[in-house]
């Protein structure tokens, strides 16, 4: 941060394009008179989708530089020489960081980021691995905000086990839309990745492999499940995930057990 965020000097022609997408540039300090956020000089430069505020001296210095901004949200810290830039559906707005003294520069459900951003060039997921868009358009920054549940899965527990079946049970999150039971052999489960819709099947290998052998069980708002398909004296992880299904969110906290076949 000492440093400033992104530096970019080229030669006199412009003949260098540099593109900044989806990134949030905050809470950056540079000692020199320009910089802080993005300094760009000599070149060319496109920044799409990104959040630029909160850096010292200024959010974006251009110098002798063509600059394009596209759905971005910066503070009213802008410094250009020569040419002005080219703005499009650019805003300047406080972003609403979920909290930016912790470094934590998700943004809160009344951002102005939200949906605001562009498909020009977008990646497929945010920074944490959440698809993009969530919502009716892509968010604009780094992070995709995804509205997960605030209760979590309690009671997770076997009511029966034989050779080759378990019956499990669980009280589903208050405020959640269902519950994705992960089940994995002889080790803990992968987690799942916000915005992909799974298939659950209660034959052990059936369902969905969310990673390394991790099969989704179930997918839904029952609180009960016989799983089948199971290997005896072999022992098995189950994890369940407080989902809100209609963009298929997950709580980062699941209740985990393990049991033990006969």
Same mark, same amino acid.
């Given at each position: ?15 260098? +394009?540099?593109?900044? %997408? ?8 540079? *000692? #020199? ?24 001296? !200024? ?14 949200? %910066? ?7 020569? +040419? ?18 912790? #470094? ?55 009511? !029966? ?28 489960? #992968? ?6 819709? %799974? ?14 052998? !991790? ?11 016989? +799983? ?31 049991? *033990?076949?006969?």
């Amino acid at each position: 941060k000492a440093t400033g965020g992104i530096y970019v000097m080229a030669g006199s022609t412009h003949e260098y +394009l540099t593109n900044v %997408y989806s990134c949030t540039v905050a809470d950056n300090t540079e *000692t #020199d008179i320009v910089g802080g956020g993005v300094f760009a000089s000599l070149t060319s430069i496109n920044i799409y989708n990104s959040i630029l505020y909160g850096n010292d001296n !200024s959010d974006v210095t251009t110098e002798f530089a063509v600059a394009q901004f596209r759905n971005c949200v %910066y503070g009213n810290k802008f410094f250009y020489s020569w +040419l002005p830039p080219t703005e499009v559906s650019t805003q300047i707005a406080d972003p609403l960081f979920v909290d930016a003294n912790a #470094d934590d520069y998700r943004v809160q459900s009344a951002s102005p980021a939200i949906d605001a951003g562009s498909s020009l060039s977008a990646p497929s997921d945010d920074l944490l691995g959440i698809l993009r868009p969530m919502g009716a358009a892509d968010d604009i920054g780094a992070y995709e905000i995804c509205e997960a549940p605030s209760n979590e899965v309690t009671g997770l527990d076997t009511t !029966s086990v034989s050779g080759k079946y378990a019956t499990l049970g669980w009280v589903n999150g208050g405020d959640a839309e269902g519950v994705l039971l992960v089940v994995k052999e002889g080790g803990q489960p #992968d987690n799942p990745t916000c915005g992909v819709g %799974y298939t659950g099947d209660a034959v052990f290998g059936n369902g969905s492999d969310i990673g390394n052998s !991790s099969y989704a069980v179930y997918f839904g708002a029952n609180e009960s499940l016989t +799983l089948k398909g199971l290997t005896p004296s072999t022992t098995y992880y189950v994890e369940a995930w407080s989902y809100n299904m209609t963009d298929f969110c997950f709580m980062e906290i699941s209740e985990t057990i393990s049991f *033990t076949t006969t």
